[in-house]
């Protein structure tokens, strides 16, 4: 594995001309009192590294004679004794594969040094105020040093663009770390279908969703775990989850681990009572073929947003045909009345973030899809009480959603074995 981190530092370090990059590990947060919320590492330091304590910074030193520097903690039996284990700097440099390593109380001193004569000065440019202001002392510095011939870097740079471009692209490794993710994401889901019904509580199903998380390793949710039913399935970053659940009801969840720093992101609607009915099968039915048509866009060649178009037309007939919206569908495409039923896009990429790095459009149009890209596609519609609402779809919120790779031929749906059909979500409820 070391090699793999070591393979992108030195792609990083080709981008960046004769320049230096600091990128910096995220700093521990205090919850309250004496307590910290669980540590989580940056995602591209750790894309770089492997590295996953705290404290730590990354350097890199392009030019002639490049160099991986790592600056982390030193060794402290005291510390570890409280604490936990920390490889030093020592340990850290031969078990991470870098050129040198030191402890982090250096690192001003150091950087001085390798900051003169450099051209660009690259770093997360405002991610941190406090980083921002270190950098130009630091900069001021080497400045200082001018009448022994030394210059200072004119030029400061954001290093997240080129991390980002490179990230966007998932290797080998990563797609199967990934699939990995969605496979325990997969059974959670399977998990909360078999528990859901009437007289539970939406915090009774995120329980067995954090249970399959866990007990497969992977400690925490890639975000928090949205369980809505009912009217709550309307509000699209519903985390509340205290309602009980009721007779009638869709339960919509929106959930996903993360499995070693890579995230998953499904989203499953079915109802509470094991048996779609009526007029929310009708919308079940609507929201499913959107989503198998945006799939079919996700492709290699096609544009970020065919997708998108694909689930909307879709959508927008469905609401036609369900009375929600008036005209042809080019009509209501034109007036945007689809929106007050389908108010966000179709997908985001996903990778260590669950919405992870990259840009959507390059030059001003719609990015081209390649394989090694990973996203969500997750179209859905949202249809509250109101004036010309048929009442059966009264407080109806339906989206699914699943994670997908863009591959040479065609896609990878890595979360295809979460039952989304309404024969296959019906079947896994009534084994239950």
């Given amino acids: 594995m070391p090699d793999i981190y070591a393979k992108r530092r030195t792609r990083l370090i080709k981008k960046l001309g004769k320049g230096i990059a600091i990128i910096p590990n995220a700093p521990e947060r205090q919850r309250n009192g004496d307590a910290h919320y669980p540590y989580r590492f940056d995602s591209s330091f750790h894309y770089l590294t492997g590295f996953a304590e705290p404290e730590s910074v990354l350097v890199l030193v392009a030019g002639d004679e490049p160099q991986s520097i790592l600056f982390c903690r030193e060794k402290n039996p005291e510390r570890e004794t409280w604490d936990g284990y920390r490889f030093g700097p020592e340990a850290a440099r031969e078990e991470f594969g870098f050129d040198s390593a030191h402890p982090t109380e250096k690192l001003d001193e150091i950087l001085v040094d390798l900051m003169a004569d450099r051209t660009v000065v690259h770093y997360p440019m405002g991610a941190d105020t406090d980083w921002d202001q270190r950098i130009l002392k630091l900069r001021e510095a080497v400045q200082r040093r001018v009448r022994s011939g030394i210059k200072a870097p004119d030029e400061m740079r954001d290093i997240r663009t080129p991390i980002n471009e490179m990230r966007l692209i998932k290797d080998a490794s990563e797609l199967s770390t990934m699939r990995r993710a969605a496979a325990i994401s997969v059974a959670a889901h399977k998990r909360a279908m078999r528990f859901a019904r009437a007289g539970a509580f939406e915090y009774e ?33 519903y985390i509340s989850n205290d309602a009980e659940l009721e007779h009638g009801d869709l339960l919509l ?9 890579y995230a998953s992101d499904i989203t499953r609607t079915f109802p509470v009572d094991g048996k779609f009915s009526g007029a929310k099968r009708h919308a079940y039915e609507i929201v499913l073929a959107a989503q198998l048509a945006a799939i079919d866009e996700a492709k290699p060649g096609q544009s970020w947003d065919a997708p998108h178009q694909a689930a909307l037309r879709v959508l927008i007939q469905g609401f036609i045909d369900l009375k929600l919206c008036k005209g042809t569908v080019d009509d209501v495409l034109e007036n945007e ?35 090694g890209m990973v996203l969500t596609v997750e179209p859905g519609c949202y249809i509250r009480p109101g004036k010309g609402v048929p009442r059966p779809l009264w407080n109806t919120g339906i989206r699914i959603e699943d994670d997908v790779a863009i591959t040479r031929t065609g896609n990878e749906v890595l979360t295809e074995a979460a039952p989304k059909s309404i024969s296959g979500i019906e079947e896994l409820m009534r084994k239950s």
């Fill in 205 to 237: 199903v995120e329980a067995e969703l954090l249970h399959e998380f866990c007990r497969h390793g992977a400690r925490h949710p890639a975000y928090t775990s949205i369980v809505a039913s009912g009217a709550n399935a309307c509000v699209l970053h």
């Fill in 253 to 261: 969840i929106d959930a996903g681990c993360e499995f070693e720093g």
């Fill in 337 to 371: 009345s689809y929106k007050k039923f389908y108010m966000h896009r179709t997908g985001h990429w996903l990778g260590m973030d669950v919405h992870d790095v990259g840009e959507y459009k390059t030059d001003g149009e719609w990015r081209i899809l390649q394989p």
